[in-house]
């Protein structure tokens, strides 16, 4: 299928060629800045929900260093509308305190090896959204964890929709792109275009019986013909 692809489009006139070479290549780069874009979008996103839940557990731990107290730390944390809701577990996974919403359970393994903060997606029973979790070890007479996390339902929502206006967007600027290409190739070939018409008429000229060198050579022949008598 590829050769006779090629050997279409090498029979297709320069113009159709140029426009088709043209089309392709911006096809290329478009698919690429949409993932491109899509990917910093995603990581910039990520990075925000990260900050805000890394400031939520640490304004927890700080708290449980100061009062000793996992229950009375969650009480006197900021527990706003906006605050991301957390929770206080042991490295056995059984939860202490807890403030706002449930968050799902982190594994039991990844609590007992804890030993520096870590970020991780976890889906509980009944979500279909994963919820970005934010895990930071304490020590404050026991091992604890602090555990801050929120949905990724938001983070979701917006990807889906820059995914359905790059796959809208992408086609039509695909087609407007292509336009532009077919238009700007015309208009530079049509002066090559109209020197090979008048080269093909000038080599017409040159060769049709009765005119131009045609003439000549008949009349060149009659001259050294023989006499019929």
Do not use: F, K
């Amino acid at each position: 299928m590829r050769r006779s692809l090629s050997r279409a489009l090498g029979r297709s006139p320069l113009r159709i060629r140029i426009t088709v070479a043209a089309t392709a290549s911006i096809a290329v780069i478009l698919a690429a800045l949409s993932l491109l874009v899509y990917g910093r979008l995603h990581a910039q996103l990520l990075a925000a929900i990260d900050s805000g839940l890394q400031a939520r557990a640490s304004a927890i731990a700080a708290s449980v260093g100061q009062l000793g107290s996992a229950s009375q730390a969650i009480s006197d944390g900021p527990d706003g509308l906006y605050a991301a809701p957390v929770q206080i577990v042991t490295r056995t996974g059984r939860v202490v305190a807890r403030s706002g919403a449930d968050l799902p359970p982190p594994q039991a393994r990844l609590l007992n090896h804890l030993s520096a903060p870590a970020t991780v997606d976890r889906t509980g029973p009944g979500r279909s959204v994963p919820a970005r979790l934010y895990l930071l070890p304490v020590d404050e007479g026991r091992p604890l964890v602090i555990v801050a996390g929120t949905s990724l339902a938001g983070v979701e929502q917006t990807m889906s929709g820059l995914r359905l206006q790059l796959l809208i967007g992408g086609p039509d600027a695909l087609v407007l792109a292509s336009l532009v290409a077919w238009l700007m190739t015309g208009a530079a070939l049509r002066p090559i275009e109209r020197m090979r018409r008048e080269a093909a008429g000038e080599m017409l000229e040159g060769r049709a019986p009765g005119t131009g060198r045609g003439r000549s050579r008949r009349a060149a022949r009659s001259s050294t013909a023989p006499n019929g008598r």
